[in-house]
């Protein structure tokens, strides 16, 4: 997995038998910063397709050193399942992720799924979000309403109603996570760092309130689900609006930071009426002043990891679409209408043997 927030690639190994997932193993690999520029310069905006084309082969490259470095610690596999990384994304309506499969396959050996959003797309969906089958999996509860949070660059929760169908999850993105944060970041440090860590930037620095009302305007974060949101809505142009307040960078780092508890909290509240459970994942997990804005917003919430129950924060995402392949591998589906706008559920991802 390798998400918007372009930090690098997760190979998370597990075991699945039956209905049960076991995490044999986690390896993350940072992303060279040349590559990391690389994509940056691919991603929502106008470019020449022989650029796309190199990347997408040298992402797979790098793919396949990730996994072959996580076998070597963790043992050998039987199936990968690779997300690649997103270029593109236009809910309903188109989506590009890049690393070309043969590479992978090819490189270790080993059968590779992949471009798992183009088929709910094509069955009426936002090809987003997908991880809410997996959710659904390894969190819902008998007794208790479960919210599982992923924070990665986007912010995106599934619903799970207590003892719940998989027609009943709701599942969508809240908007932004880490994506603007970082961005942010990265111009504060003149590049030194990619994200804000530890929260430090934004705790020096104060909210911009007037920005911030503005911000929440914005009807996506009260627009009812199927939706989802990409670096198409958070990339160069919102942050282009962010500086033209001539507010201090470190005073938009802070907005920033409490824009993306706000919205998760909104998407919360509009989502759950009574007690629930919210079970948060994603690097903005280690973000002390996200989590802290969170909780403030979300008084009568109990809030934990999803590391308190059994899965790493950082290497659930891989966990996901480890799930998702060995589903495909199995001919069934994984994606979840009610989550997706999709107008049945299919069997997602293309194999390459």
């Keep these: ?135 659904y999996l390894l969190f819902r509860h008998p007794r208790r309403t479960r919210i599982a949070l992923n924070i990665g660059g986007i912010a995106n929760i599934t619903v799970l109603p207590a003892a719940c169908s998989p027609q009943e999850v709701v599942a969508f993105d809240t908007g932004p996570g880490n994506m603007v944060i970082d961005a942010l970041a990265r111009e504060f440090s003149c590049g030194k760092l990619n994200c804000d860590r530890g929260g430090r930037i934004a705790a020096s620095g104060n909210v911009n309130r007037a920005l911030l009302g503005d911000l929440l305007r914005d009807p996506y974060y009260r627009r009812k689900p199927p939706k989802s949101a990409g670096r198409e809505q958070y990339g160069v142009e919102f942050i282009a609006r962010l500086r033209q307040s001539a507010a201090p960078l470190r005073d938009l780092v802070a907005t920033a930071t409490v824009l993306t508890a706000a919205t998760i909290a909104i998407a919360v509240q509009r989502a759950v009426a009574g007690p629930a459970d919210l079970i948060a994942s994603g690097g903005g997990t280690h973000n002390p002043q996200i989590m802290a804005h969170l909780a403030g917003f979300l008084p009568g919430v109990d809030i934990s990891t999803s590391t308190d129950h059994g899965i790493d924060v950082d290497a659930k995402e891989a966990i996901a679409f480890a799930v998702l392949a060995h589903r495909t591998w199995r001919h069934k589906p994984s994606n979840l209408p009610s989550a997706t706008g999709a107008r049945r559920a299919v069997v997602l991802g293309s194999l390459t043997p």
């Design 1 to 135: 997995m390798s998400g918007t927030s372009l930090d690098g690639i997760d190979v998370a190994i597990v075991e699945i038998r039956g209905r049960g997932v076991e995490t044999i193993g986690f390896l993350s690999t940072t992303y060279p910063a040349a590559v990391r520029t690389a994509i940056m310069g691919v991603s929502n905006c106008p470019t020449h397709t022989a650029a796309i084309s190199r990347l997408n082969f040298q992402l797979a490259e790098l793919y396949a050193r990730a996994v072959l470095a996580a076998v070597k610690r963790h043992g050998p596999v039987e199936l990968i399942g690779c997300h690649g990384q997103t270029i593109f994304h236009e809910g309903s309506s188109n989506t590009l992720q890049i690393g070309e499969p043969a590479i992978l396959a090819e490189r270790t050996g080993v059968p590779v799924v992949s471009n798992f959003r183009a088929r709910d797309i094509a069955a009426g969906g936002q090809g987003a979000p997908l991880v809410p089958f997996v959710d």
